[in-house]
T-cell receptor, first 107, second 113 residues
Framework: KNEVEQSPQNLTAQEGEFITINCSYS?????LHWLQQHPGGGIVSLFM???GKKKHGRLIATINIQEKHSSLHITASHPRDSAVYIC?????????FGTGTRLTIIP | NAGVMQNPRHLVRRRGQEARLRCSPM?????VYWYRQLPEEGLKFMVY????????ESGMPKERFSAEFPKEGPSILRIQQVVRGDSAAYFC???????????FGSGTRLTVV
């Protein structure tokens, strides 16, 4: 069993829809990261969370430490949000990654 | 204030050649991590280094792969006698060691022909 599980693996939605991507982990962590990767592109760090909730533009990330669960939300989704979203945790210094959620937003 | 700089962006090597991938961490960061992303797979940890020290190399293949982070200059990931299975995207990240932030480089895409 992976230490970090993401769902769904693939998500297709219409432009404007509210998007939720979930991440569950099974180890103790110091922080959880949400990353974005466009096809053939680099990795961009969206959020680092150790508790509560963070918001940046149309993106919102929440974490529940007791339940070992985090969600990434995208409001008013846009085709440029199409990418792979990766959840990663730091049980120690190095990152342990989920397998990613491939999001496609259709105009 | 440049972020994490990786070069080259793309590298093509013939089987049996050596590949050298470079990573300059973000200014003020002394912790460097290398991750590998095989085609259609997720990211996997390879090695964690601080200046002149390998802290954790539990993700490195036992043979042909080595990494260093010298006192001066970038971190180097070296792959000797490359094989087709080494074709992947190699990402470097750096941090200041506080656990409060990670910055990724743009990656080096290695193709072995």
């Amino acid at each position: 069993k992976n230490e970090v599980e993401q769902s769904p693996q693939n998500l297709t939605a219409q432009e404007g829809e509210f998007i939720t991507i979930n991440c569950s982990y099974s180890v103790g962590i110091s922080a959880l990261h949400w990353l974005q990767q466009h096809p053939g592109g680099g990795i961009v760090s969206l959020f680092m969370l150790s508790s509560g909730k963070k918001k940046h533009g149309r993106l919102i990330a929440t974490i529940n430490i007791q339940e070992k669960h985090s969600s990434l939300h995208i409001t008013a989704s846009h085709p440029r949000d199409s990418a792979v979203y990766i959840c990663a945790v730091t049980p120690n210094e190095k990152l342990t990654f989920g397998t990613g959620t491939r999001l496609t937003i259709i105009p | 204030n440049a972020g994490v700089m990786q070069n080259p962006r793309h590298l093509v090597r013939r089987r049996g050649q050596e590949a050298r991938l470079r990573c300059s961490p973000m200014k003020g960061h002394s912790h460097v991590y290398w991750y590998r992303q095989l085609p259609e797979e997720g990211l996997k940890f390879m090695v964690y280094l601080q200046k002149e020290n390998i802290i954790d190399e539990s993700g490195m293949p036992k043979e042909r792969f080595s990494a260093e982070f010298p006192k001066e200059g970038p971190s180097i990931l070296r792959i000797q006698q490359v094989v087709r299975g080494d074709s992947a995207a190699y990402f470097c990240a750096s941090s200041d060691g506080t656990g409060l932030g990670y910055t990724f480089g743009s990656g080096t895409r290695l193709t072995v022909v």
